[in-house]
């Protein structure tokens, strides 16, 4: 690690500090996320607001660390999952295209939980109800580069009219993952997607 | 921190001219006194030891381990007892030793060895740096001095890869430094039986990969830490080579065999973690090579398909499914290669193929995590 490292490094910490994005609690009852996915939920959440992402929301109940249930809405031909800027040109980003099965939108998540490292392990992959489409549910491991801690996860997909819609939940494999799995499990099965409008 | 390491060059032709004739190691390093900076170096390297003993990274498998670390020992004789190597998993061309005797060989450099007297080029560059002290030279460089508190201070959790790779890091090695090292380390593979010519090979393989990258500029100190404070990388080479052969042994075994049977159980993981990279110009490089020098590779052949069908450029399913089909051919190919043929054909509406494809599959792994979404492709293309 040199001064030309450290110096990029900090700007852009100074950078993200500007315009913080704020959690704000949610009412029980129906949430609908980025305008199109309308879920029910128990209220004991917390959304991440002001984060430009006009497609993905990230939602927590016991905090960042301790869990983390994000939604992906209505990704369409050619787009990524989250907002990428600046990315390598060496490097492409996935991109989810409307052919893709489930494998591959597996594959498409996994770029997206690894890009910072961290080791990703496909546990199960079967069909399931989800978005009002046959769609498919994985399980996932996870250890996590930043702190190393081992996490559990799981995700609904499907493709809706060409639009990829998906619901992943991870949290460390000790304790949180099985406390709010019910939770998840029927906020997934609540879900119904919302047509462009 | 994905890079430092490992080639300087001889600035002669004749090795032993630079290091001085009849050049040995020297006796061996005792601990310092915990006073001197030196010492303090040392305490946070053994800090550091003991939570990389409890990283998910560290490779555990007492064979694999063993196996490196006799080829350490090989390189560094007498200094053996003082040096630990441990096996880190991490898809990156890496390796580096700390001045307490902790030296790290990520999975990366292992599996683009070539055979065991690359590895050991490598792992002699970093004894090299070791036995000449060069990390306390580098700490009480002021600039260097500088930058390793700046190091210490933004470590965000200890003990992490990502920090043991930030201390590794801090190590700014100088080009005289890595000069240096480059030449013991080809004094100690020659000692240690190995051709020291392999070690230009090394280089060569790595600067062919990092020319393939799409965007390739022409300009290799862009593209990685690793060429920053090296002098010009083809000239490098070229000396480094011409090194190698003015000390001969050429006609030494590198023990191509050797290396392959250690890593045989884990090359299918350590692949798997190079294609999670996404850096598709510098894999696609690496398995054109590996598929190239055993054509009968039916593993390298199915990796070389997943590298194409990931990259998904312009005609890159075709050539997946060529290296597919190769690859379900040959021997060595794992059953995912029917699971990826499946999936090809089922793209494409190739029903019958896709049915016998998806059986192949399910007959090797009826347990597969995803056998219960392949079979249900197979109800519905009944």
Redesign the interface.
Same mark, same amino acid.
């Given at each position: 690690m040199n001064l030309k490292v450290l110096v990029p490094v900090a700007l852009l910490l100074l950078a993200a500090c500007t315009k913080p994005a704020t959690w704000v609690g949610l009412a029980q009852g129906e949430v609908v996320v980025c305008e199109r996915l309308a879920v029910r939920h128990d209220g004991a959440w917390s959304r991440l607001e002001g984060t430009r992402e006009p497609k993905h929301e990230v939602w927590t109940s016991d905090g960042m660390p301790l869990d983390q249930l994000h939604f992906h809405t209505g990704i369409a031909e050619g787009e990524s999952l989250v907002v990428v800027k600046d990315r390598p040109a060496d490097k492409p980003i996935p991109r989810f295209r409307k052919d893709m099965q489930a494998q591959d939108v597996v594959e498409l998540y996994e770029s997206f939980a690894t890009q910072d490292g961290s080791v990703f392990t496909l546990e199960k992959l079967a069909p399931a109800r989800f978005a009002d489409e046959d769609g498919f549910r994985f399980e996932f491991s996870r250890v996590r580069k930043r702190d190393e801690v081992r996490t559990r996860g799981v995700a609904y997909g499907a493709i809706h009219r060409g639009e990829l819609f998906l619901v992943a939940f991870e949290a460390p494999r000790i304790h949180y993952f099985a406390k709010h799995l019910p939770r998840v499990e029927a906020l997934a099965q609540s879900a119904h997607v919302r047509e462009k409008g | 921190?994905e890079r430092r390491t490992f080639i300087g060059t001889c600035g002669c032709c004749a090795v032993s001219a630079l290091l001085g004739e009849g050049w040995a190691p020297p006796a061996r390093i005792q601990r310092p006194d915990p006073k001197s900076d030196e010492g303090g170096l040392w305490a946070l390297m053994d800090r550091e030891e003991e939570r990389l003993h409890q990283?998910?990274?560290l490779m555990r498998d007492a064979a694999l381990v063993a196996y490196v670390q006799a080829i350490t020992c090989r390189l560094a004789q007498g200094h053996c007892p003082n040096v630990r190597t441990y096996v880190v998993?991490?898809p990156y061309f890496n390796a580096n030793m700390a001045p307490n005797g902790m030296m790290q060989v990520w999975t990366g450099l292992m599996l683009r060895a070539e055979n065991e007297a690359q590895l050991a080029a490598v792992i002699g560059h970093e004894i090299g740096h070791y036995l000449a002290r060069h990390s306390v030279e580098s700490l009480r460089d002021a600039k260097s001095r500088?930058?390793f508190a700046?190091?210490v201070g933004?470590i965000?959790?200890a %003990?992490? @890869?990502?920090a043991l790779g @930030?201390v590794a %890091?801090?190590f700014?090695y100088s080009r005289e430094h890595e000069r240096a090292a480059d030449r013991m380390g080809l004094e100690l593979m020659a000692a240690a039986g190995y051709p020291p010519l392999e070690a230009s090979r090394v280089w060569a393989n790595l600067l062919a990969e990092l020319q393939a990258?799409?965007?390739w500029t022409g300009d290799a100190s862009k593209?990685s830490v690793l060429f920053a404070t090296h002098p010009p990388e083809k000239e490098r080479e070229a000396k480094l080579e011409a090194a190698a052969r003015a000390m001969g042994k050429e006609d030494l075994d590198p023990r191509t065999g050797a290396l392959r049977q250690a890593i045989g159980p884990w090359r299918r993981a350590w692949l798997e973690d190079e294609l999670?990279r996404?850096?598709? %110009?510098e894999s696609l490089a690496l398995l054109g090579r590996l598929t190239r020098v055993d054509p009968q590779d039916g593993e390298a052949s199915y990796f070389l398909g997943e590298a194409y069908r @990931?990259?998904?450029a312009e005609g890159d399913t075709d050539r997946a499914q060529e290296a597919y089909q190769r690859a379900a051919a040959l021997p060595g190919a794992p059953p995912e290669v029917h699971?990826a043929l499946g999936?090809l054909h089922?793209?494409a509406g190739r029903l019958p193929e896709m049915r016998e494809a998806y059986a192949r599959y399910l007959a090797a792994r009826p347990e597969a %995590?995803?056998a219960?979404?392949i079979r249900?492709?197979l109800k519905k293309g009944e």
């Open positions: - | 921190m990283s998910p990274f998993r991490s500088s930058a700046h190091m933004i965000p959790v %003990g992490t @890869l990502a @930030l %890091g801090a700014a990258e799409k965007d593209r999670k996404r850096k598709f %110009g @990931l990259r998904a699971r999936s089922r793209k %995590g995803d219960e979404m249900s492709y």
